[in-house]
């Protein structure tokens, strides 16, 4: 009998250390995760020329908002701004009319065109010309550079996505579609009035995937439009500064001296590339908490099927 | 509708051509949705293939105008002679390779730990923090690296405090540090995200094979180890082998925000090449010469990986 409280009590005391390892051992992580973020909100609320000399933790040492003050007094950032949410809005609303017509197209099995356009569209996601190919197309044969719409036409669609979206109509009720059928809708009515708006939880899945992507997108800007200020995007302003100052962190930190002495702003390319930051991940940020049950969900049915 | 196209089928046997005629009529709908969409993936993802002829032709920005005349393989002779293409495969295979193990041990490792927590508040908490980086832009992560990692940051701080390091580190300007950064970086990144995937697999293991092994004895480590791995076991070996697929491509973004002139020997991949010979320069036929290179090896690495996939799940893993 004495025997069993013992044989109890080994266990029981591995059963509160171990969750309690594992539970540091992971609060280690997300302060790994949060730290650097939470570190460029303090350095952009620094002081400039004090955050030269580094050493910013969690909280900003000489607290200033002249690098938003900077930002914000110029013009560029405001366009900046504009560019960046009218190409995430139209990108997000035409990619998922196209992706989600084609994915209702497709889960038709009477559809005598199914498995041909399905397997010309599943393919490209494998064979993929490359940069120089896509660039020669776009900037010489369409000659989208230097325009707004360079950032909206070649996104208008993905695969892997309309993948998504198609098994998620297929696993919807079949008679959905044929009592519409009887009762006289055509399929566009029955796609636009009865499928689309079904499929809300995946479509706001899909939406969130194309307009973080479309959000973060710096690359076709430096390629078709880095000589046209007004359609800079944010990221791509980001990125400007970044490979400024990529250049000037590594050549020592000497100059401390020197922007003291000059004296004349508070902000230093850090603080601002810093604030910068800030305001281009905040809309994520605002809206990331909001649509994080919408993502795992729509993962895992992608994950499985695609 | 129907009754009448049956009646109509009964007197006369409609020709197979007007048949399928008449189905085509009655599916327009359909093809009003889906064909404009075929046209335009057609423009956009298979026109460009058209694009590879320029591979053995001269083409550049003196030559595009007048018409560029066919080489043969003089652009990938030249390519293979190349010292920076050479340097940019290694780059590119080294730090996919890194990227591959660091990537996926990172996320195998974080998935057991949170499959281990009984507390669905704190789980979910640690889930929603880790998911977060991986929907950031690279170029900010690119600067909240640089903020990290610059002589007088944070790590350097912490590594000095704790006496791993005498003096600062130069991080980002010593070249051979390079690809682990990009390890680090990216794992910081993506790992909640990876594990995503493990965790949904870990949560179908049935959970009377945790108790089965508890009654007979089995710690936790000893339920970890023989019932939560080889319930894994087959996403794991799938994901390995399409990742493995995915060799040619370590990523753009990140070497080149991060890269500069001091690090240029490692970090410079063969995407970079590309860029930098196409766009900057304007050897178009050269530039795609090297991308018709890494797509093709591409291709092949994905269907032979593809390949060992189906095989090993027909044979081992079922």
Same mark, same amino acid.
């Given at each position: 009998?004495?025997?069993?409280?013992?044989?109890?009590?080994?266990?029981?005391?591995?059963?509160? *250390?171990?969750?309690?390892?594992?539970?540091?051992?992971?609060?280690?992580?997300?302060?790994?995760?949060?730290?650097?973020?939470?570190?460029?909100?303090?350095?952009?609320?620094?002081?400039?020329?004090?955050?030269?000399?580094?050493?910013?933790?969690?909280?900003?040492?000489?607290?200033?908002?002249?690098?938003?003050?900077?930002?914000?007094?110029?013009?560029?950032?405001?366009?900046?701004?504009?560019?960046?949410?009218?190409?995430? #809005?139209?990108?997000?609303?035409?990619?998922?009319?196209?992706?989600?017509?084609?994915?209702?197209?497709?889960?038709?099995?009477?559809?005598?065109? @199914?498995?041909?356009?399905?397997?010309?569209?599943?393919?490209?996601?494998? *064979?993929?010309?490359?940069?120089? =190919?896509?660039?020669?197309?776009?900037?010489?044969?369409?000659?989208?550079?230097?325009?707004?719409?360079?950032?909206?036409?070649?996104?208008?669609?993905?695969?892997?996505?309309?993948?998504?979206?198609?098994?998620?109509?297929?696993?919807?009720?079949?008679?959905?579609?044929?009592?519409?059928?009887?009762?006289?809708?055509?399929?566009? @009515?029955?796609?636009?009035?009865?499928?689309?708006?079904?499929?809300?939880?995946?479509?706001?899945?899909?939406?969130?995937?194309?307009?973080?992507?479309?959000?973060?997108?710096?690359?076709?800007?430096?390629?078709?439009?880095?000589?046209?200020?007004?359609?800079?995007?944010?990221?791509?302003?980001?990125?400007?500064?970044?490979?400024?100052?990529?250049?000037?962190?590594?050549?020592?930190?000497?100059?401390?001296?020197?922007?003291?002495?000059?004296?004349?702003?508070?902000?230093?390319?850090?603080?601002?590339?810093?604030?910068?930051?800030? #305001?281009?991940?905040? =809309?994520?940020?605002?809206?990331?908490?909001?649509?994080?049950?919408?993502?795992?969900?729509?993962?895992?049915?992608?994950?499985?099927?695609? | 509708?129907?009754?009448?196209?049956?009646?109509?089928?009964?007197?006369?046997?409609?020709?197979?051509?007007?048949? /399928?005629?008449?189905?085509?009529?009655?599916?327009?709908?359909?093809?009003?949705?889906?064909?404009?969409?075929?046209?335009?993936?057609?423009?956009?993802?298979?026109?460009?293939?058209?694009?590879?002829?320029?591979?053995?032709?001269?083409?550049?920005?003196?030559? $595009?105008?007048?018409?560029?005349?066919?080489?043969?393989?003089?652009?990938?002779?030249?390519? !293979?002679?190349?010292?920076? !293409?050479?340097?940019?495969?290694?780059?590119?295979?080294?730090?996919?390779?890194?990227?591959?193990?660091?990537?996926?041990?990172?996320?195998?490792?974080?998935?057991?730990?949170?499959?281990?927590?009984?507390?669905?508040?704190?789980?979910?908490?640690?889930?929603?923090?880790?998911?977060?980086?991986?929907?950031?832009?690279?170029?900010?992560?690119?600067?909240?690296?640089?903020?990290?990692?610059?002589?007088?940051?944070?790590? &350097?701080?912490?590594?000095?405090?704790?006496?791993?390091?005498?003096?600062?580190?130069?991080?980002?300007?010593?070249?051979?540090?390079?690809?682990?950064?990009?390890?680090?970086?990216?794992?910081?990144?993506?790992?909640?995200?990876?594990?995503?995937?493990?965790?949904?697999?870990?949560?179908?293991?049935?959970?009377?094979?945790?108790?089965?092994?508890?009654?007979?004895?089995?710690?936790?480590?000893?339920?970890?180890?023989?019932?939560? /791995?080889?319930?894994?076991?087959?996403?794991?070996?799938?994901? /390995?082998?399409?990742?493995?697929?995915? /060799?040619?491509?370590?990523?753009?973004?990140?070497?080149?925000?991060?890269?500069?002139?001091?690090?240029?020997?490692?970090?410079?991949?063969?995407?970079?090449?590309?860029?930098?010979?196409? $766009?900057?320069?304007?050897?178009?036929?050269?530039?795609?010469?090297?991308?018709?290179?890494?797509?093709?090896?591409? $291709?092949?690495?994905? !269907?032979?990986? &593809?390949?060992?996939?189906?095989?090993?799940?027909?044979?081992?893993?079922?």
């Amino acid at each position: 009998m004495t025997a069993v409280p013992q044989e109890k009590r080994k266990p029981k005391r591995r059963d509160i *250390v171990f969750p309690l390892v594992n539970g540091f051992i992971l609060c280690v992580l997300m302060f790994i995760t949060l730290f650097p973020v939470l570190n460029t909100v303090a350095i952009s609320f620094n002081d400039g020329i004090d955050a030269v000399r580094g050493g910013i933790g969690l909280w900003p040492r000489v607290f200033s908002a002249e690098a938003y003050r900077t930002l914000l007094s110029d013009k560029l950032t405001y366009n900046a701004f504009g560019i960046s949410v009218a190409r995430t #809005v139209i990108t997000t609303l035409l990619n998922i009319f196209f992706t989600s017509m084609l994915a209702f197209a497709l889960s038709r099995k009477e559809y005598i065109l @199914r498995k041909f356009i399905t397997l010309a569209v599943v393919l490209t996601m494998y *064979v993929n010309a490359g940069l120089i =190919p896509n660039f020669l197309l776009i900037h010489r044969t369409l000659k989208l550079s230097k325009s707004f719409w360079v950032y909206i036409i070649p996104t208008m669609f993905s695969c892997f996505n309309m993948i998504v979206i198609r098994t998620y109509i297929i696993g919807l009720p079949d008679a959905l579609v044929e009592s519409a059928r009887i009762d006289g809708a055509n399929d566009l @009515r029955i796609f636009w009035q009865i499928i689309f708006p079904l499929c809300t939880p995946v479509l706001a899945t899909v939406a969130l995937f194309v307009a973080v992507g479309s959000w973060n997108q710096w690359f076709d800007t430096q390629l078709y439009n880095g000589s046209k200020k007004y359609l800079h995007t944010l990221q791509y302003l980001l990125k400007m500064k970044l490979a400024t100052s990529m250049n000037t962190t590594n050549a020592a930190n000497t100059s401390v001296d020197a922007l003291v002495n000059s004296g004349a702003t508070k902000s230093t390319p850090v603080t601002v590339r810093c604030a910068i930051t800030v #305001v281009s991940a905040l =809309p994520i940020l605002i809206v990331y908490p909001f649509l994080q049950r919408y993502f795992v969900t729509g993962m895992v049915l992608g994950g499985v099927k695609g | 509708m129907m009754i009448g196209a049956s009646r109509k089928t009964a007197q006369r046997p409609l020709s197979s051509g007007k048949k /399928l005629f008449r189905k085509l009529w009655a599916q327009k709908y359909l093809m009003l949705m889906s064909v404009p969409v075929l046209l335009y993936v057609m423009l956009f993802n298979y026109y460009p293939l058209w694009g590879w002829r320029y591979a053995f032709q001269n083409l550049d920005l003196s030559t $595009i105008k007048k018409g560029a005349a066919w080489i043969g393989w003089g652009n990938f002779e030249w390519l !293979f002679k190349e010292k920076l !293409f050479w340097l940019g495969f290694r780059n590119t295979l080294a730090m996919s390779l890194i990227n591959l193990v660091f990537g996926t041990t990172s996320s195998v490792l974080l998935a057991i730990l949170l499959n281990e927590v009984n507390t669905r508040a704190f789980k979910r908490t640690v889930q929603t923090v880790t998911y977060l980086p991986h929907f950031l832009s690279m170029v900010i992560v690119v600067g909240m690296a640089q903020n990290m990692f610059v002589t007088d940051g944070p790590v &350097n701080g912490i590594l000095m405090k704790l006496g791993i390091v005498d003096a600062p580190v130069w991080w980002l300007g010593e070249g051979r540090y390079f690809w682990w950064l990009v390890g680090i970086i990216n794992v910081w990144k993506e790992v909640g995200w990876n594990s995503i995937i493990y965790i949904s697999t870990m949560a179908s293991i049935d959970p009377t094979l945790y108790e089965a092994a508890s009654i007979d004895g089995a710690g936790r480590f000893q339920r970890i180890l023989n019932v939560t /791995l080889p319930g894994i076991k087959s996403t794991f070996v799938v994901l /390995l082998i399409m990742n493995i697929g995915h /060799l040619m491509e370590a990523g753009f973004e990140i070497q080149y925000l991060l890269g500069n002139k001091q690090v240029y020997d490692f970090s410079q991949t063969l995407d970079i090449f590309v860029l930098e010979f196409g $766009i900057q320069n304007n050897k178009y036929g050269r530039a795609i010469a090297a991308g018709m290179f890494k797509s093709v090896v591409g $291709i092949i690495l994905l !269907f032979g990986a &593809n390949f060992v996939a189906k095989r090993l799940d027909e044979e081992t893993l079922l």
